[in-house]
């Protein structure tokens, strides 16, 4: 509806006073999100005003302030009301959403303080005011909290009588405004002069009634993400106007209460839900499938029972059924870049169908299309959305994983009971929330190009820093270049969208109703040269079975340096590869003759005793120092020689450098440096302890020594003069733990890792 209004655009101009910005998206704080509270105001305040609980209001306000929990019968809303009233007791007092606390404490003494107005008002008119006087309501509104409908609330209780308003303010004409918001121009008539009325209650109500009708004053519409439309220029007006009749009016604050206002705001509300819903209905959807169903016709049957637009974005697998499709990888990923240069609106919507979906049938189009319908409702709290699935074995597989994305590893694990429950009490009991769902997703399309710009971001970031990177210059193609590979399949570009949306703190939700019919994607998802590069994953495990190995570093020497200039753990393939080589060299030195043969590590690697357990090494250092004793005497040339061609079959080569031997794997991914020497007297290190599972022995005076010179309880890095650990690479994977803070001293981590995860796959 649009009228232009011209008479009204001169009508009351004035330059209020600037509210503060609202700042609730995304806050948490002292244990409570904004976001969850505003999304569970306007869950109860639906019930308060048109369930079961409005009754009970009403019946409370004749008694005098009953419990309305009492009688009312659903759980669910009962376990609200009893939450906000805890909730209330912790609220931070400043708190950078006052809003939020505002509307928590209005709403929480309405239902249940029972006092009388004056009592009321003395214990809460700060929030009060702080609604009237302290927020932006168009912000408010535009934020969907629920302003008028908590307003609304108090109005119910202790609204009603005329108050003693002035006498300028006897509008009988006002209670006509709320019948008239229906027909724009009766309205419009009678609300002008209204506007200019010298009682700022008849203007508040005439630009709320305005407001409420969808008038335009020329101004521009509400337009803040989620563009409901109503008049800017009208609803801060009614603001104006309503905070006079706050301040000024002799009746107090309570005149605000006066009838039809409460009414009338209320009405605009509505009309932003309203213009909420209309527009989202408006919104486009994107399907997008590639796979070797010829499913073209079904996708173009589901967009039917969608309003506004929907673009389907459908390609036919070439190559063989079941196998990886490199072009599928391309389709999923080319029509993601596609969306992102079209800036989408809050209300779009993009659908990826798996190319592991196995059949089409009535009832995947049926919870499918119901899936869009909930992830639509609930659009503000679910950014993404998919269902159970079953495969092709009509097996029930249960798709929700934790993903943990940390020191070069990647793993996909079930939750200990199966997921994690909503923080949103309205979506608890039909959505099981986690780091991922099934490969059918439903996206909002904002967010998911979101995910498209963090994953450019990542490229240009994260991909010349690894070596082999030609960095002169980076280039869209040089970084193609670096990242493609032969077999990349639709399955990996799923687990890319998972990694990219637990960065960006999404949460997966998946519809507890209905199921995908789809392989799944984890089982054939692959460690690609992509993934590995983008996301500095050097090992992954997706389901059960040996990890899925990608190395990123070609030379021990690149590896250590990396970590020294980053300040992250020595890359995984590295302190495996090294890890093995002293099992096995180590292995051979101790069965060539386990009496008389021993291992003694040194320097550093004494280190390991206190920090890395038996069979591991401490994840900062790249490097394995030890003594291979004997109590015979040694030759060492021709016992290497001798041994050259076994240790050869075994992977490893050395060279001799005098009394010191460098082992190295074949392919040079990692050195230690070893003396071997006899005869000495293995006797005295009668200390025993593991090392990479192997026996090593210690002497006492040696421990002693190593404790007074490295004092280890401080953790530095090797080859540094003496550097603590702290990373600098901020939010990389594999950052160290923090023993430095700026300056001031250990960390929140203590300067240790939060788990085991670190080590290596077992
Ligand atoms: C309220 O917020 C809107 C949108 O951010 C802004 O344009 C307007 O100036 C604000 N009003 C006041 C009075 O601060
Ligand atoms: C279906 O899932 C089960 C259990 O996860 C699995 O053992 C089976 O191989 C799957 N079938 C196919 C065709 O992938």
Redesign the pocket.
């Known amino acids: 509806m649009w009228l232009r209004l011209s008479v009204l655009s001169v009508a009351w101009v004035s330059t209020?006073?600037?509210?503060r910005?609202l700042d609730c998206t995304g806050v948490e704080e002292e244990g409570v999100r904004w976001d969850v509270i505003r999304s569970e105001l306007r869950h109860a305040l639906r019930e308060v005003h048109h369930g079961a609980l409005a009754r009970d209001l009403h019946a409370a306000k004749d008694s005098k302030g009953r419990d309305p929990a009492v009688s009312y019968g659903d759980v669910q809303l009962q376990r609200h009301l009893e939450r906000f009233q805890k909730l209330v007791l912790v609220l931070p007092e400043r708190s950078r959403c006052p809003l939020g606390r505002h509307c928590l404490r209005v709403l929480v003494s309405v239902l249940y303080s029972g006092l009388p107005w004056n009592a009321w008002f003395v214990r809460y008119e700060e929030d009060l005011l702080g609604l009237v006087h302290g927020t932006?309501w168009?912000?408010a509104l535009a934020a969907g909290w629920p302003v008028f409908e908590v307003m609304g609330l108090v109005a119910d209780l202790y609204g009603g009588e005329i108050a003693s308003l002035p006498e300028n303010c006897d509008v009988e004409s006002l209670a006509q405004l709320e019948p008239l918001i229906g027909q724009p121009e009766q309205l419009t008539t009678h609300a002008a002069p209204l506007l200019r009325h010298a009682c700022a209650l008849a203007r508040a109500a005439a630009s709320a009634a305005l407001t409420a009708a969808g008038l335009r004053s020329g101004g521009n519409a509400l337009q803040?993400g989620w563009a409901p439309g109503l008049d800017?220029g009208f609803l801060?007006q009614t603001?104006t106007a309503v905070r006079l009749v706050a301040g000024r009016h002799t009746g107090g604050p309570k005149a605000i209460f006066t009838p039809p206002l409460p009414q009338l705001l209320l009405r605009v509300e509505q009309a932003n839900q309203k213009y909420h819903r209309a527009w989202m209905r408006q919104g486009r959807v994107d399907i997008v499938y590639c796979g070797s169903l010829p499913i073209e016709a079904n996708l173009e049957e589901l967009c039917k029972g969608i309003q506004g637009e929907c673009l389907i974005h459908f390609q036919l697998q070439e190559t063989d059924a079941g196998h990886r499709a490199p072009e599928c990888f391309e389709h999923y990923r080319s029509v993601g870049q596609a969306l992102q240069s079209l800036r989408p609106m809050a209300s779009w919507t993009t659908l990826l169908v798996s190319s592991g979906t196995w059949t089409w049938t009535e009832d995947l189009a049926h919870d499918l299309r119901r899936l869009l319908h909930e992830r639509h409702q609930a659009a503000r709290e679910v950014d993404w959305a998919g269902l159970a699935t079953i495969n092709s074995s009509r097996i029930f597989n249960w798709p929700v994983r934790r993903v943990t994305h940390k020191y070069w590893k990647l793993a996909y694990e079930e939750y200990a009971t199966g997921h994690e429950t909503s923080p949103f009490l309205p979506l608890a009991q039909f959505w099981a929330v986690g780091d991922t769902t099934s490969g059918t997703r439903v996206y909002g399309t904002k967010s998911f190009v979101g995910l498209m710009r963090r994953l450019a971001e990542r490229e240009r970031e994260y991909v010349p820093s690894l070596p082999g990177f030609a960095s002169a210059g980076v280039t869209r193609q040089s970084l193609e270049a670096a990242l493609r590979s032969e077999d990349e399949g639709a399955e990996d570009w799923l687990v890319m969208l998972d990694l990219l949306g637990k960065e960006m703190g999404l949460r997966a939700y998946t519809y507890l109703n209905g199921a995908s019919l789809e392989q799944n994607y984890q089982a054939g998802a692959r460690l690609t040269p992509r993934i590995s590069r983008t996301f500095h994953i050097e090992a992954a495990r997706f389901l059960q079975g040996p990890p899925l190995e990608h190395c990123l570093f070609p030379e021990i020497a690149a590896a250590g340096s990396f970590t020294h200039s980053h300040g992250v753990v020595v890359s995984y393939c590295t302190r495996k590869s090294l890890w093995r080589m002293f099992r096995d060299v180590g292995g051979w030195w101790l069965q060539m003759n386990p009496l008389q043969h021993i291992i003694v590590p040194v320097s550093a690697s004494v280190l390991n005793l206190y920090r890395s357990g038996e069979t591991e090494l401490f994840p900062w250092d790249a490097d394995i120092d030890a003594n291979f004793i004997a109590s015979h005497p040694v030759v060492i040339g021709s016992l290497l020689e001798e041994h050259e061609e076994r240790l050869k079959r075994m992977g490893y080569s050395y060279i001799l450098r005098g009394d010191r031997v460098v082992f190295r794997t074949l392919e040079d991914t990692a050195r230690m440096d070893i003396w071997i020497s006899g005869p000495q007297e293995v006797r005295a290190y009668d200390i025993r302890a593991r090392l990479c599972g192997l026996r090593v022995n210690f002497f006492r005076d040696q421990l002693m020594g190593a404790v007074w010179y490295y004092r280890p309880g401080e953790k530095i890095y090797g080859h540094t003069r003496g550097q603590l650990l702290h990373c600098q690479w901020r939010q990389h994977n594999a950052c160290l733990p923090d023993c430095v803070r700026n300056g001031l001293g250990v960390g929140q981590d203590g300067c240790e890792f939060s788990d085991r995860f670190v080590h290596l796959f077992t």
Request: aromatic content about 0%; cysteine-free.
């Open positions: 209020p006073r600037a509210l910005a932006n168009t912000e803040l800017v801060a603001q």
